[in-house]
């Protein structure tokens, strides 16, 4: 058994058995490299490998710290309540990042959900989920300006978009049929939410419209860290 794999396993074996708890910091490769007396290159490959197997993520800047394996959060896939109404009802530490408001190329499939000539411009509005401190979706919505003129100046203060959509009149919505489907992560979206390229994501595609006026409001598409959720369906 090589140097890596026996501080991998004994790394295991100290989070499974609590001596290190979820969003403890572990010690630093330096640290770890003078207590085993190895290289630090070994310490580092053996960070890398846990975070494979999905026991850490690290913090540019700020170190290694233990996943939260136990971060179980019933995930509903239905209903015209927001996800950040229900991460409050659910009595979670939560809170969402903006990430980005930005202008997208001509999308086929996106403008057909929208129900938007090719001529129409299309934003992209994404935000980060954030729950007991770990990134665990990453949600993104395509807004047409027609229906929203001032989206490009209020796009990157949205962090719920059915707050948003309130604000704007919009109170009673229907939501289209979502496509589900799983991915493996790419190397943004490992960087983002903190999760080892083994641990697949599951990606729901859908479309909101106003109950009222018949308006189709936007196109969503959110992905999530299968190993943070239980599914109703």
């Known amino acids: 058994m090589s140097v890596k794999t ?32 190895v290289p630090r290159m070994v310490v580092r490959k053996a960070y890398e490998r846990l975070q494979e197997l999905g026991y850490i993520f690290s913090k540019q800047g700020k170190g290694s710290f233990v996943q939260n394996q136990k971060l179980q959060i ?6 015209d309540v927001s996800f ?9 530490d939560y809170r969402t990042v903006n990430l980005s408001c930005e202008v997208i190329e001509y999308d086929s499939a996106i403008y057909r959900s ?5 001529n129409e411009t299309v934003y992209k509005i994404s935000r980060l989920r954030i729950i007991e ?3 665990i979706a990453v949600h993104t919505s395509f807004l047409t300006q027609s ?35 799983v991915i493996l992560p790419n190397q943004e979206e490992r960087d983002l939410l903190k999760c080892p390229s083994l641990v697949p994501l599951l990606q729901v595609e859908s479309g909101c419209a ?20 239980t599914y109703v369906i």
């Open 6 to 37: 026996m501080l991998v396993d004994k790394l295991i074996t100290e989070i499974q058995d609590g001596y290190y708890k979820p969003n403890d910091k572990l010690p630093s490769e330096n640290e770890l490299a003078d207590r085993y007396h």
């Open 74 to 79: 019933p995930l509903i896939l239905t209903g």
């Open 84 to 92: 950040s109404e229900k991460m409050r009802e659910l009595n979670y």
């Open 114 to 118: 929208l129900r938007v000539d090719s």
């Open 133 to 135: 401190d770990c990134p």
């Open 147 to 181: 229906v929203f003129p001032d989206i490009s100046n209020e796009g990157d203060a949205i962090t719920s978009i059915f707050q948003y959509y309130r604000s704007k009149g919009f109170t009673e919505f229907d939501s289209s049929r979502s496509q589900l489907s």
């Open 210 to 229: 106003d109950k009222q006026s018949g308006t189709w409001l936007e196109h969503s598409r959110i992905i999530y860290r299968s190993d943070c959720f």
